[in-house]
């Protein structure tokens, strides 16, 4: 690229869709839109910054199970060519890089001109940052289809699987047999998306919706590059098998499970303290927490709490250590010959360090006093001892 120039080079490399490509990608956001508006399942948000209680379509896993089972029974009756993401995986590429692009532009657009919540904007009037960082927070058709809920899971989460299967059955019909290595990243990425759409109601209390805005950060991140990069380890190994012995195998799917695990019990501890109001019982005491109060931009005063028992008495962040276990036994998989496929894994380390000091920044300022209290209590971020 340096020697052709960054035009030329994109002209000669990068895949032109088709018409077929176009309409394809075109028909998958509409049923995935279709399948977020109408299946039942509701579920309220935590408040935002000018105090708005907004209801959620949270039905993400009814979503995931129906489109899954349709590819898989579209593959079983011959409907569906098994490999068919992958045969059009250019031309795909180049729509979801486009798409994000458009996506990002229309909501930079819509919150200047017709923002759902006008409150809870934020601009600093550098329109760089406004465009990648977001204005609007929630983006909304009428009073309840979100813009970031749906972009942030439908169409990249759900295809996530899809991608999965398809470059599966690719090594298949290429080598004639799948590898333990695919099988691994198979399952552990089946986890990590069922558990999101499972818990999508949990997610609306995590910083991707309460704090981000919905800029070209959100759109074309969740648009583009989750599903190309968060699946290069299948696309590496459904050209490039890695054969595992049976020790390393099971060394990395035991290792990624228990980071599943980690990742679960940590946050169903938060949200269990969250139901209670912190009057439970967590690793057979009662819950220790640190109440707060924080002031919405409308003047009104609320009040929270910050959970010192578990896992939460460990570290501050000790969740996000149980995401890193699960992504580095899946880029493990394919061994050490080529970086590219771990790039997920170093991609998460940045996400997740950068996210723990950004949410400590913004809970500082939002708890003052409250949280000193909280960071004497436990005074980790994310591994005890270290750091």
């Not at 899809?162 to 019909?173: A, E, F």
Request: charge should be neutral; proline fraction near 4%.
């Amino acid at each position: 690229m340096l020697e052709m120039g960054p035009v030329p080079f994109f002209i000669e490399y990068v895949a032109v869709p088709s018409k077929q490509e176009i309409l394809g990608y075109g028909l998958w956001l509409v049923f995935q839109g279709t399948l977020y508006a109408y299946l039942p399942g509701r579920s309220k948000g935590r408040p935002t910054p000018a105090g708005h209680v907004l209801d959620y379509h949270t039905n993400g896993f009814l979503a995931w199970l129906i489109t899954t089972t349709g590819f898989i029974a579209g593959i079983y009756f011959d409907v569906i060519d098994p490999t068919v993401l992958v045969n059009h995986w250019g031309g795909l590429v180049t729509i979801l890089n486009v798409y994000g692009f458009i996506l990002a532009t229309v909501a930079y657009l819509k919150a200047r001109l017709a923002s759902s919540h006008p409150n809870d904007n934020v601009h600093l009037g550098n329109f760089w940052y406004d465009f990648f960082m977001g204005v609007e927070l929630n983006p909304r058709f009428g009073q309840d289809w979100d813009w970031k809920l749906f972009h942030n899971g439908r169409p990249g989460i759900i295809a996530w699987t899809l991608i999965d299967i398809s470059y599966t059955m690719y090594q298949y019909r290429t080598f004639g047999y799948v590898t333990k290595s695919m099988l691994i990243v198979d399952i552990l990425q089946t986890f990590y998306v069922v558990d999101f759409f499972f818990h999508e109601s949990w997610y609306l209390w995590t910083i991707d919706i309460v704090l981000d805005h919905f800029g070209f950060n959100l759109a074309w991140g969740s648009a583009a590059w989750l599903p190309t990069i968060y699946t290069l380890q299948v696309q590496y190994l459904a050209r490039h098998p890695v054969e595992l012995s049976m020790l390393n195998a099971a060394v990395l799917l035991l290792t990624g499970c228990a980071g599943y695990v980690l990742f679960r019990s940590v946050n169903n501890q938060k949200d269990l303290a969250r139901r209670t109001e912190g009057d439970c019982t967590i690793w057979g005491k009662k819950a220790q927490i640190v109440r707060v109060q924080y002031t919405t931009t409308d003047g009104r005063t609320n009040q929270s709490m910050l959970l010192c028992s578990g896992w939460w008495g460990i570290a501050r962040h000790v969740n996000y250590v149980g995401d890193l276990m699960l992504s580095y036994a899946a880029c493990a998989t394919c061994g050490f010959t080529h970086l590219l496929p771990w790039t997920y894994a170093i991609f998460m380390t940045i996400l997740l360090v950068h996210r723990c000091l950004r949410d400590e920044a913004r809970l500082s300022a939002k708890y003052g006093d409250g949280w000193k209290e909280y960071c004497k209590a436990v005074p980790y971020r994310l591994i005890p001892g270290i750091w």
